[in-house]
């Protein structure tokens, strides 16, 4: 991650991932060792940067509860986006996860469809165990999270084979598949922590914009990654035409030769197709457009918390470690590498 990520705010990260990785552990422990949990043990077990869960505990840290108060709903959040990733690798032929093969290339197709179907359910009994009093608010907010990332995926599909999508409904698709699950993290850790709702409505929409920047540098990463770090098939965006920022952009942008030379590419996965994508990307400057993009994503995610700053600053008042990362996440997060 760049090095405009405070010191601060990669030691909370990193004390967050402790204790989540400790409570993850231990929850898995409730499953048996058979076929079914094995893929479930092996994604989970991968790692991956565990930024949902180290939110929801931030989130609550920062509204005055103690990080183990989050735990059900952190396990809640990071068991459901597995779960997501499961099926989304299945939808996108996707071979690589977290630097190894995805579940159905280890496994195979039906093996991912029903461990994921296994881990969605694991994901809501690890929230049965949040406090009865908060219980009936975080499921409200779990399954309408739930719902959405499926409207969001449904749409990712279907933009596949239409070339008219536009920025606005790419704004949109991205909202549902990727930013609600980051703001439903940040919203679930407040409530777990006792903040009131101005606090976590703004906790809520800056996730919001921060899932937004997550999500346009995944586009990015997807293109102009580097295989060595990413984790992921870099060009799989590409040779599946996602309707991504970059390739919505360098529809619109593209004229003459340009637009030629891009039109002949999609609907095909041609030998050599990536590297001649790429080059049109950078040729209309696409490239330079996302990362404003996402630019515009961080400033609207801190305008969130100033403005509730100002309304009550009274407001996240908790520890200085969960202030510090609510504060270095949008940079870590449009500096990330995988
Ligand atoms: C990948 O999420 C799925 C997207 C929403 C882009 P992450 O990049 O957070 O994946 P891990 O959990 O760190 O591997
Ligand atoms: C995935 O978006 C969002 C969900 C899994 C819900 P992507 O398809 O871009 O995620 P990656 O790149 O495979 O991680
Ligand atoms: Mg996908
Ligand atoms: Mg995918
Ligand atoms: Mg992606």
Redesign the pocket.
Known sequence: MGDSVTFDARTAMATYRTAFENGCSQFLTRYPETELYAPVRYLMG???????PVLVMAACEASGGRPQDALPAALAV?LF??F??MH?DIMDDAPL??GKPTVHEKWDNNTAILSGDALHVMACEALLDAPDKALPDLLRTYHRTALEVCEGQEQDMAFESRNDVSIDEYMEMIRL??SV?LAAALDMGGKSGGADADAREALYEFGLHVGLA??LQ?DYLDAFGNPENF?KQVGGDILADKKTFLLIRALEKAHGETAVALDRELGRRSEGKVDRVLHLYRQLGVDAELRDAMAGQVALAEGSLARLKAKNPNALAGSQAALALLHGVAAMVTA?L?
């Open positions: 991968l790692g991956g940067k565990r930024l949902r990071e986006h597995n997501t990733l989304d996860r977290r598949k990727t699950l997550f999500q995944d984790g990330r995988s």
